[in-house]
T-cell receptor, first 116, second 108 residues
Framework: GAVVSQHPSWVICKSGTSVKIECRSL??????MFWYRQFPKQSLMLMAT?????????EQGVEKDKFLINHASLTLSTLTVTSAHPEDSSFYIC????????????FGPGTRLTVT | LAKTTQPISMDSYEGQEVNITCSHN???????ITWYQQFPSQGPRFIIQ???TKVTNEVASLFIPADRKSSTLSLPRVSLSDTAVYYC?????????FGSGTRLQVQP
């Protein structure tokens, strides 16, 4: 089956620094990837849609200059949290769509970000 | 985007069958219905997907009535390891809107 990985699985950074999270489709090409954020005891909330070779589309309320998304290849999308603050601490999850007519989204294992 | 409504939580005992119903009154003609399972600090895991009638795989069954305005996920003989949050989503090859999900607690 299709596998999506994320790196790192967890990261701790200091307030004001930037951190990059990678999302990779390991055995398929992903034309579209999605980034979600999940706070404790809450559901996943879509942050942005990432299409290979084009600019990401951000959901309302998500600052595009703070959450930089790059989808430079068909197997890699990155999310960079710039000038992180403690309120950015969350569980970040990516998902990917295959290039076929498959309707299923494949989710990564998530990245736990803690900003101190 | 079609909105889904599920029970917030359910309790069951090991060995019982669990049925979780989801309503999606505004489902579009091309939308598929997909159920995911999520354990704490993990990404959602695909359980089953269907368009209409009944779909069965090795872990669950999905029942979809003719009007497709609801669906029921059936988990046969649950075990403690089935304790998780279950999400019902509708859509087709686009970003998914996650509802609150159903928190299933399986007791011994």
């Amino acid at each position: 089956g299709a596998v999506v990985s994320q790196h790192p699985s967890w990261v701790i950074c200091k307030s004001g620094t930037s951190v990059k999270i990678e999302c990779r489709s390991l055995d398929f090409q992903a034309t579209t990837m999605f980034w979600y954020r999940q706070f404790p005891k809450q559901s996943l909330m879509l942050m942005a849609t990432s299409n290979e070779g084009s600019k990401a589309t951000y959901e309302q309320g998500v600052e595009k200059d703070k959450f930089l998304i790059n989808h430079a290849s068909l197997t890699l999308s990155t999310l960079t949290v710039t000038s992180a603050h403690p309120e950015d601490s969350s569980f970040y999850i990516c998902s990917a769509l295959t290039g076929t007519g498959d309707h299923e989204q494949y989710f990564g294992p998530g990245t736990r970000l803690t900003v101190t | 985007l079609a909105k889904t409504t599920q029970p917030i939580s359910m309790d069951s005992y090991e060995g019982q069958e669990v049925n979780i119903t989801c309503s999606h009154n505004n489902i579009a003609t091309n939308d598929y219905i997909t159920w995911y399972q999520q354990f704490p600090s993990q990404g959602p895991r695909f359980i089953i997907q269907g368009y209409k009638t009944k779909v069965t795989n090795e872990v669950a069954s999905l029942f979809i009535p003719a009007d497709r305005k609801s669906s029921t996920l059936s988990l046969p003989r649950v075990s403690l390891s089935d304790t998780a949050v279950y999400y019902c989503l509708v859509g087709k090859r686009r970003a998914l809107t996650f509802g609150s999900g159903t928190r299933l607690q399986v007791q011994p």
